[in-house]
């Protein structure tokens, strides 16, 4: 091996008659071989044939770095130890191993003697054993690296399939129950368990489980702060555990000797950085899981926690949606409860108009007819939704109750008050006026417990209906007084609820006692246009800005008949 002499290796004119149809270049080696191993390869035959090599493409380009000198000596060094005795070898034969995740897949010999049984010359014996070790290395990692090809068409076979598992369900407990089949089939497991986070009490519950027994699952909830294991797997880490038997970080190490599990690999779930759960693999023998094995568990998890998000959205939208449904009939109903039309009385021209900040109110408006007389209410509940809905019909029910029996509006209003009194918290009261119009006379008695008085117009000059009381169901034995007002032609009645008076503003302003008196003043035309002019006014003042609250109006004008 005197002169050197140089070999080139060009890897140009493979390119789209490998691969038609692509887009990407595939004209150079390093498409289908890693660059770490072309190195090796031209280290390894530039010190076995003591001569210059390089790899470069089809149009010259290197496509490794040049073999620096120690790797050229390496040949040197080798032929040294050759003639002083100094090689492993073993029964004169010298041995390279193909070995792959632990596993010799075959084994390169290389003899001291040639088939005649002569000694081989020490320099080729030396070119022979670097070849071999060239061999062996390359296809080793030729062999690696259709191992991780294999794996990753195979995790992707796994991934798909059980997607396609889990897709089909949008149901929480199937997917998990499905989940814990599939990963118990795919792992080849003696069991799995799939615990979720119970973020409240900090505990994980298992959920689902597969062919784990009843007794064994009776252990319940498990604190994760009390577990080293748990709490690595929720930050995201792998934890294995070689015998659960005898890791102390096992919280039941009796309980799994009993249930014949001894390997555990256990692995957390997160959606969107938010741990929720652990997947658990277990084995029934000491089982060392491969680097494939431990990734695709991750990979499933991953898979596992989205579909458990989407089946816990698609069943949070499931009691939305009854929710919402059981709401719209309870809004049907209470909209029942106000009434189909207005009075029509010889005199008196009404109009109202009733508008929810919500599904459900409490405000609410009524009139009630007692033979030749007009009773007119409007009340307030305190609150909204379903709470003020109830107790809305409540007050209504009783007022309209007490109000074919009584004649005293004071009374009817104390009998009001008890009933509620009785059958309420003490935060749950309500706001409530009630007048009685005789059309003939036009003298009105009423009685205002509590709520925003009432305003009479009557030639450009506003009174206010205070004469009453407390609000009712607050005090049971509340006292209640009765005002009269003797009725004329062209007098406007308005009753509002505090929806009115406190309308706010972008720059959150009240729209206010103030401005609704001056938009009374202003008003003009019959009942219907009165209630339309106050309505614009409030609606003018807030802009597009969304009613925060409740917003009744009642609007009675009398008439020359």
């Known amino acids: 091996m005197g002169d050197r002499d140089a070999t080139r290796f060009s890897s140009g004119g493979m390119g789209e008659s490998l691969i038609s149809g692509r887009a990407d270049r595939t004209d150079t080696l390093l498409a289908f071989v890693d660059r770490s191993l072309l190195q090796h390869v031209q280290d390894s035959l530039t010190a076995a044939l003591d001569m210059s090599v390089q790899f470069v493409d089809g149009s010259g380009r290197t496509l490794t770095e040049p073999t620096d000198a120690l790797r050229r000596a390496a040949s040197d060094t080798l032929l040294g130890q050759l003639l002083t005795g100094e090689t492993d070898e073993e029964d004169g034969v010298f041995r390279a191993p193909v070995q792959v995740e632990g596993q010799k897949l075959a084994i390169l010999e290389l003899l001291r003697e040639d088939p005649a049984g002569n000694p081989v010359d020490p320099r080729r014996l030396a070119v022979g054993i670097e070849l071999i070790h060239l061999i062996a290395d390359s296809l080793?990692?030729?062999?690696?690296?259709?191992?991780?090809?294999?794996?990753?068409?195979?995790?992707?076979?796994?991934?798909?399939?059980?997607?396609?598992?889990?897709?089909?369900?949008?149901?929480?407990?199937?997917?998990?129950?499905?989940?814990?089949?599939?990963?118990?089939?795919?792992?080849?497991?003696?069991?799995?368990?799939?615990?979720?986070?119970?973020?409240?009490?900090?505990?994980?519950?298992?959920?689902?489980?597969?062919?784990?027994?009843?007794?064994?699952?009776?252990?319940?909830?498990?604190?994760?702060?009390?577990?080293?294991?748990?709490?690595?797997?929720?930050?995201?880490?792998?934890?294995?555990?070689?015998?659960?038997?005898?890791?102390?970080?096992?919280?039941?190490p009796e309980e799994a000797r009993a249930e014949g599990i001894v390997s555990m690999l256990c692995v957390g779930m997160a959606y969107q950085g938010r741990a929720i759960g652990t997947v658990q693999v277990f084995a029934g023998t000491k089982r060392r899981f491969t680097e494939f094995e431990s990734d695709l568990v991750v990979a499933l998890a991953q898979l596992l926690a989205a579909a458990i998000e989407n089946a816990r959205l698609d069943e949070e939208r499931r009691e939305k949606d009854k929710l919402v449904n059981q709401l719209n009939l309870a809004a049907s109903v209470q909209r029942r409860m106000l009434p189909k039309g207005k009075p029509s009385d010889r005199r008196l021209d009404v109009a109202a108009r009733y508008i929810p900040s919500l599904e459900l109110a409490g405000d609410f408006y009524d009139f009630i007819r007692l033979e030749r007389h007009l009773g007119v209410v409007i009340g307030d509940v305190v609150g909204k939704g379903v709470a003020a809905s109830l107790l809305m019909a409540s007050v209504r029910a009783s007022l309209r109750a007490f109000a074919q029996d009584l004649y005293d509006i004071d009374e009817i209003m104390s009998r009001v008050n008890r009933a509620l009194t009785r059958d309420t918290l003490d935060?749950?009261?309500?706001?409530?006026?009630?007048?009685?119009?005789?059309?003939?006379?036009?003298?009105?008695?009423?009685?205002?417990?509590?709520?925003?008085?009432?305003?009479?117009?009557?030639?450009?000059?506003?009174?206010?209906?205070?004469?009453?009381?407390?609000?009712?169901?607050?005090?049971?034995?509340?006292?209640?007084?009765?005002?009269?007002?003797?009725?004329?032609?062209?007098?406007?009645?308005?009753?509002?609820?505090?929806?009115?008076?406190?309308?706010?503003?972008?720059?959150?302003?009240?729209?206010?006692?103030?401005?609704?008196?001056?938009?009374?003043?202003?008003?003009?035309?019959?009942?219907?246009?009165?209630?339309?002019?106050?309505?614009?006014?409030?609606?003018r003042f807030t802009g597009i800005r969304r009613a925060s609250d409740d917003t009744t109006i009642v609007v009675i004008r009398v008439t020359d008949g």
């Open 140 to 252: 080793t990692r030729l062999c690696e690296q259709e191992v991780a090809s294999r794996h990753r068409v195979e995790e992707l076979a796994v991934l798909y399939r059980v997607s396609s598992i889990l897709s089909a369900q949008r149901d929480l407990r199937k997917v998990l129950d499905q989940a814990a089949h599939a990963v118990g089939e795919v792992m080849n497991a003696r069991a799995v368990s799939i615990r979720l986070l119970d973020e409240e009490h900090g505990t994980l519950e298992t959920r689902a489980s597969y062919r784990l027994s009843a007794d064994y699952l009776e252990k319940g909830a498990l604190d994760v702060e009390s577990s080293p294991i748990f709490t690595t797997a929720m930050a995201g880490e792998p934890v294995y555990v070689s015998d659960m038997g005898r890791d102390p970080r096992v919280l039941y």
């Open 427 to 539: 935060s749950e009261f309500a706001t409530l006026f009630y007048g009685v119009i005789d059309p003939d006379t036009l003298r009105m008695t009423y009685c205002n417990a509590g709520h925003e008085p009432p305003i009479l117009r009557r030639r450009a000059k506003l009174y206010q209906l205070n004469a009453g009381g407390l609000v009712v169901g607050v005090d049971r034995d509340a006292a209640y007084e009765k005002g009269l007002w003797d009725l004329e032609t062209d007098d406007v009645l308005v009753l509002t609820t505090d929806g009115v008076t406190e309308a706010t503003s972008f720059d959150g302003e009240q729209f206010g006692r103030e401005r609704l008196n001056a938009a009374v003043l202003a008003a003009e035309g019959n009942a219907d246009q009165i209630m339309n002019h106050l309505l614009w006014e409030v609606r």
